[in-house]
């Protein structure tokens, strides 16, 4: 039912407040982070990050290549010798510096995920980073109690774990591979994103400055290719990847009948279930940051909208009125909801999957608002009239655009929010608790928030079933993928 008296929006004009970014300060070019030093390529290739926003390019990284891998991987065997028998307690002072130097940098690696990777300055502000120093305490924590964690076992780390991160999460990718593997005691190699390396370039040079000793943390630039060297390294004991769920297929294949122990965090496509008798005001939110947060470049964001028919009507008026108030634009600006999208590509596959929305019938909705001349950005959109078959309600679009579609009863919504080849999280609203319990039994996902959504805790594991993946990261769960001797 619709509102008898629509309400129209408040125009709100809001005076740009821009973060400053004189805190960064970045070097023309980087060479690859092996042995504690910044060293050339041996592949005598570079690639160029852009400023998604703007399309300025920030610097030159190295393209690891295969002798650059095999280096790197070299320095983390040699070093994984001394940290593999470090005592815990040892391991556990060097995570607690780091965590502490991020805590002291944070507004400068938060202002660094802006530039390189487009999202909104109060989210790398006020989510990525304070979340990237509680897992660093976190894991710090459990570093010499691994016998405590694992009762009547004697855990023992892997070896060398080689680390595989998507761009939408960059610093807090990083952080749920790297503070458990070191907690656990070995030694690592990771791989950012292409578009979105200079915070792992930054936490590198933090690492120096925390004295880590060389060789434990090696970061290796590139492309797809390089992942994929390392992937093929036989001196690796562990691949640990986050990342789509194609590529994640790739990397089974290429480590099935090998030694090598595998994590993958995939893809998901993730209903958020809103019943009729839930907290209408706080759903409207919990939907807008579930779908909206860092552009729907997120892995669990709730993209397939679940709304209970008795209050479709009402509730799909009031998210577009609020969709409207959504300011898109300068990732800097303190006041933006909105940033960029991280690379042209992804626009590109943004764009596409809504075009085959409307071709497909759906009914599209954006509101009207102005998108910047320069950089990558897209519109907060909604589809209705969506069907379950419709691309956009089984496609990962990994955008800012959600697909509502309605139900009548409780078993309806469960049936409906399981038709997907994915499972890594879902939302549920509505005041009963009973109702709640009965909907997180019945809902194939790893994680399954209730009356809130994109909540995270470095206690919590988090991870997926199906395509999404398998394997946990956080919490307790998020040693066991790093640790020998401890049952599965
Ligand atoms: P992607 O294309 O799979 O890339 C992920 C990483 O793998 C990047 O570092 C990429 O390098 C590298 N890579 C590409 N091809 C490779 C290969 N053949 N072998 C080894 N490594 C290779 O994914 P994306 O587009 O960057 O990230 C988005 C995806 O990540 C989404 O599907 C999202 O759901 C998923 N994700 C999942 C989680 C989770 O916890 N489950 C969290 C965040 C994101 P390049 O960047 O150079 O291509
Ligand atoms: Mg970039």
Same mark, same amino acid.
């Given at each position: 039912m619709a509102d008898a008296h629509p309400v129209e929006p408040v125009e709100f004009t809001y005076v740009p407040s821009r973060e400053a970014t004189d805190l960064v300060s970045l070097r023309d070019r980087y060479g690859l982070w092996i042995d504690g030093k910044f060293r050339a390529p041996a592949s005598k290739r570079f690639l160029t990050t852009v400023n998604p926003a703007t399309e300025e390019p920030l610097a030159e990284v190295a393209e690891g290549g295969e002798r650059d891998v095999d280096r790197a991987v070299r320095a983390a065997r040699r070093a994984f010798e001394t940290w593999g028998r470090l005592p815990g307690k040892?391991?556990?002072?060097?995570?607690?510096?780091?965590?502490?130097?991020?805590?002291?940098?944070?507004?400068?690696?938060?202002?660094?995920?802006?530039?390189?990777?487009?999202?909104?300055?109060?989210?790398?502000?006020?989510?990525?980073?304070?979340?990237?120093?509680?897992?660093?305490?976190?894991?710090?924590?459990?570093?010499?109690?691994?016998?405590?964690?694992?009762?009547?076992? $004697?855990?023992?780390?892997?070896?060398?774990?080689?680390?595989?991160?998507?761009?939408?999460?960059?610093?807090?990718?990083?952080?749920?591979?790297?503070?458990?593997?070191?907690?656990a005691g070995n030694t690592v190699v990771l791989k950012p994103a292409e578009t979105t390396p200079l915070t792992a370039l930054a936490f590198a040079q933090l690492t120096a400055e925390a004295d880590l000793p060389p060789g434990v943390v090696n970061i290796v630039t590139g492309a797809g290719e390089t992942g994929a060297a390392l992937v093929r390294h036989p001196g690796v004991d562990k691949i640990a990847f986050t990342?789509?769920?194609?590529?994640?297929?790739?990397?089974?294949?290429?480590?099935?009948?090998?030694?090598?122990?595998?994590?993958? *965090?995939?893809?998901?496509?993730?209903?958020?279930?809103?019943?009729? @008798?839930?907290?209408?005001?706080?759903?409207?939110?919990?939907?807008?940051?579930?779908?909206?947060?860092?552009?729907?470049?997120?892995?669990?964001?709730?993209?397939?909208?679940?709304?209970? *028919?008795?209050?479709?009507?009402?509730?799909?008026?009031?998210?577009?009125?609020?969709?409207?108030?959504?300011?898109?634009?300068?990732?800097?600006?303190?006041?933006? @909801?909105?940033?960029?999208?991280?690379?042209?590509?992804?626009? @590109?596959?943004?764009?596409?999957?809504?075009?085959?929305?409307?071709?497909?019938?759906? *009914?599209?909705?954006?509101?009207?608002?102005?998108?910047?001349? $320069?950089?990558?950005?897209?519109?907060?959109?909604?589809?209705?009239?969506?069907?379950?078959?419709?691309?956009?309600?089984?496609?990962?679009?990994?955008?800012?655009?959600?697909?509502?579609?309605?139900?009548?009863?409780?078993?309806?919504?469960?049936?409906?929010?399981?038709?997907t080849p994915y499972g890594l999280s879902a939302g549920v609203w509505t005041t009963k608790g009973s109702r709640i319990l009965w909907m997180a039994d019945r809902l194939k996902a790893g994680v399954v928030w209730a009356n809130t959504y994109n909540k995270f805790d470095p206690a919590s594991p988090f991870g997926g079933y199906q395509e999404s993946g398998f394997g946990r990261e956080g919490g307790r769960h998020g040693l066991l993928p790093y640790l020998e001797g401890v049952p599965r």
């Open positions: 040892e391991r556990a002072k060097y995570l607690y510096r780091i965590a502490r130097m991020l805590q002291e940098r944070a507004r400068e690696f938060a202002v660094l995920e802006t530039l390189d990777g487009g999202k909104p300055i109060k989210e790398a502000r006020d989510v990525d980073l304070p979340l990237v120093a509680a897992h660093f305490f976190y894991y710090a924590g459990w570093a010499d109690k691994l016998e405590y964690a694992f009762p009547g076992v $004697r855990p023992a780390p892997l070896g060398v774990a080689g680390q595989i991160i998507p761009w939408n999460f960059p610093m807090l990718m990083l952080a749920w591979k790297v503070a458990p593997a070191l907690a990342g789509s769920t194609a590529v994640g297929k790739l990397i089974q294949k290429a480590v099935a009948g090998t030694p090598k122990r595998l994590t993958l *965090e995939l893809g998901g496509k993730a209903p958020h279930v809103i019943f009729e @008798d839930a907290p209408v005001d706080q759903a409207i939110e919990g939907v807008i940051n579930g779908i909206f947060f860092n552009q729907g470049h997120v892995c669990c964001a709730g993209s397939r909208l679940f709304v209970q *028919e008795s209050i479709a009507d009402r509730f799909v008026d009031k998210l577009k009125r609020r969709l409207s108030t959504l300011r898109v634009g300068d990732p800097l600006d303190k006041n933006t @909801d909105i940033g960029a999208i991280n690379s042209p590509e992804q626009l @590109d596959k943004i764009t596409e999957l809504v075009e085959s929305g409307i071709e497909e019938g759906a *009914e599209i909705y954006q509101p009207a608002c102005r998108l910047p001349d $320069r950089g990558y950005f897209f519109a907060p959109t909604l589809f209705t009239g969506v069907s379950q078959s419709h691309r956009i309600a089984q496609e990962e679009i990994f955008g800012p655009v959600l697909s509502i579609m309605t139900f009548r009863t409780p078993d309806e919504a469960v049936e409906k929010a399981n038709n």
